[in-house]
C-alpha cells in the first residue's frame, strides 16, 4: 500500500513538471512570436523611411530645373534627408524631412511648369503612397505591440514573462507635430 501511494506521488510530481515545462515552452514560444512580429513593425517603418529617403534627391532633381534659384529650399530639403538618415528613424529627424518636404512640394504652386511636369507629379504620386505606406506601417506595429504586451501581461505568462527576459515593447510614439496626421492622406497639390 505504502508503495503504490509512493508511485502515486512520485507520478503526480512528475506530471505536473511535465505539464509546467511545457506551459513555459508554450509561454516563450508565443512571446518569441510576438516579439518577431514587433521586431518585423519596426523593419516595416524602416524600410518605409529608407524608400522616402530615396525618392528625395528624385523629387529634388526634379524641382532644380524649374526652381533653380530657390537654392535654399533645395538645400534644407537635402540637409533634412541627410539628418534623417544619419540619425534612424526618430520622429524629430523625420519631422524634419517632412516639414523640408512640404516646402519643396509647394514649389509647385509656384512654377505651373513644374507642377505640369510628369515626372514632378509620378514623384508626387510615389511620395504620397510611400506616406501612406509609413502611416499603415505604424498602425500594424503598434498592433503588434499591443498583441506582444497583452500576451506578456496575461495569466500565467505574467509569472514567467520577466524571467525569461521578455520586457515591455514600446508603441510607436509621435511627437507634437505628427499627432493627427499620420492616418490622414497626404495634401498633394497639382
Known amino acids: 500500500m505504502i508503495d ?3 508511485w502515486f506521488w512520485t507520478s503526480a510530481i512528475v506530471v505536473i513538471a511535465v505539464a509546467l515545462v ?3 515552452i508554450g509561454i516563450y514560444n508565443t512571446l518569441v512570436r510576438l516579439r518577431q512580429n ?9 524600410a518605409q523611411l ?6 528625395v534627391p528624385n523629387l529634388v532633381e526634379a524641382v532644380k530645373g524649374y526652381a533653380g534659384h530657390e537654392a535654399s529650399t533645395l538645400e534644407a530639403v537635402i540637409a533634412a534627408r541627410n539628418a534623417a538618415m544619419r540619425g534612424g528613424p526618430s520622429t524629430a529627424s523625420e519631422q524634419g524631412l517632412r ?11 509656384a512654377y505651373p511648369d513644374l507642377k505640369a511636369s510628369a ?3 509620378s514623384l508626387q504620386n510615389e511620395l504620397a ?4 505606406k509609413l502611416a499603415a506601417a505604424r498602425r500594424a506595429l503598434n498592433a503588434a505591440v499591443a498583441r506582444f504586451n497583452a500576451a506578456r501581461e496575461s495569466f500565467p505568462a505574467v509569472l514567467f514573462a520577466g524571467m525569461l527576459g521578455f520586457g515591455e515593447a514600446d508603441f ?3 511627437d507634437d507635430s505628427e499627432q493627427g496626421s499620420v492616418d490622414q492622406v497626404p495634401r498633394v497639390a497639382f
Open 172 to 174: 510607436h510614439r509621435l
Open 38 to 46: 514587433v521586431r518585423q513593425g519596426v523593419a516595416d517603418i524602416d
Open 4 to 6: 503504490i501511494l509512493g
Open 99 to 109: 516639414v523640408a518636404l512640404d516646402q519643396l512640394l509647394a514649389l509647385g504652386e
Open 50 to 55: 529608407r524608400q522616402r529617403h530615396d525618392l
Open 119 to 121: 515626372n514632378f507629379q
Open 129 to 132: 503612397d510611400v506616406e501612406d
Open 22 to 24: 511545457l506551459l513555459l
